[in-house]
T-cell receptor, first 112, second 112 residues
Framework: DVKVTQSSRYLVKRTGEKVFLECVQD?????MFWYRQDPGLGLRLIYF???????EKGDIPEGYSVSREKKERFSLILESASTNQTSMYLC???????????FGNGTRLTVT | GQQLNQSPQSMFIQEGEDVSMNCTSS?????WLWYKQDPGEGPVLLIA?????ELTSNGRLTAQFGITRKDSFLNISASIPSDVGIYFC????????????FGKGTSLLVTP
């Protein structure tokens, strides 16, 4: 079974803090993705990576950056957290090409 | 990414009833997928469709890839209480590194 593990289920941070969300997958997938999920808006793509040290912007990259130093790990970074970044963050991974994405259980981030 | 139109937004049905939901897009996708999300969890893949016209079943679930490649539907037969959750359609194409474009979800409630 594919396992995508997000390091925290819940996080509470203050405005202006630097926040790291970590994601690890154990299936040797090349592709990894970060989405955020908000009520009424569905899932929106923030960043994705198709190889180590490679990254591509998704639909809403502003205010975020990512790091992929190892194949199994993809980190989402909020350089200076703001209240409008309060959301559920979902990490996913897949093989290249037409391959389904497998999701972690999400990190619910609250920025106060 | 492409915006998918998923309907209905929510459904409130009785146990034993059949359910139908659909998804349309303004552009063509190579792959359609259906996911289910339980509260506090990440989306879990239900069915993946890879060919126009393809009809695939997974237990009581049946999904079809539309001939135009711009739509898909999901049917659930004889619903049970554990079918409760949010169902997402997703289209996949090569333009965004095979990231998924999601619908906004259909929230399903089943009463015993």
């Amino acid at each position: 079974d594919v396992k995508v593990t997000q390091s925290s289920r819940y996080l509470v941070k203050r405005t202006g803090e630097k926040v790291f969300l970590e994601c690890v997958q154990d299936m040797d997938h090349e592709n990894m993705f970060w989405y955020r999920q908000d009520p009424g808006l569905g899932l929106r793509l923030i960043y994705f990576s198709y190889d180590v040290k490679m990254k591509e912007k998704g639909d809403i990259p502003e205010g975020y950056s990512v790091s992929r130093e190892k194949k199994e790990r993809f980190s989402l970074i909020l350089e200076s957290a703001s209240t409008n970044q309060t959301s559920m963050y979902l990490c996913a991974s897949s093989f290249p090409g037409r391959s389904p994405l497998h999701f972690g259980n999400g990190t619910r981030l609250t920025v106060t | 990414g492409q915006q998918l139109n998923q309907s209905p937004q929510s459904m409130f049905i009785q146990e034993g009833e059949d359910v139908s939901m659909n998804c349309t897009s303004s552009s063509i996708f190579n792959t359609w997928l259906w996911y289910k999300q339980d509260p506090g969890e990440g989306p879990v893949l239900l069915i993946a469709l890879y060919k126009a016209g393809e009809l695939t079943s997974n237990g009581r679930l049946t999904a079809q890839f539309g001939i135009t490649r711009k739509d898909s539907f999901l049917n659930i037969s004889a619903s049970i209480p554990s079918d409760v959750g949010i169902y997402f359609c997703a289209g996949q194409d090569s333009n965004s590194g095979y990231a998924l474009n999601f619908g906004k979800g259909t929230s399903l409630l089943v009463t015993p």
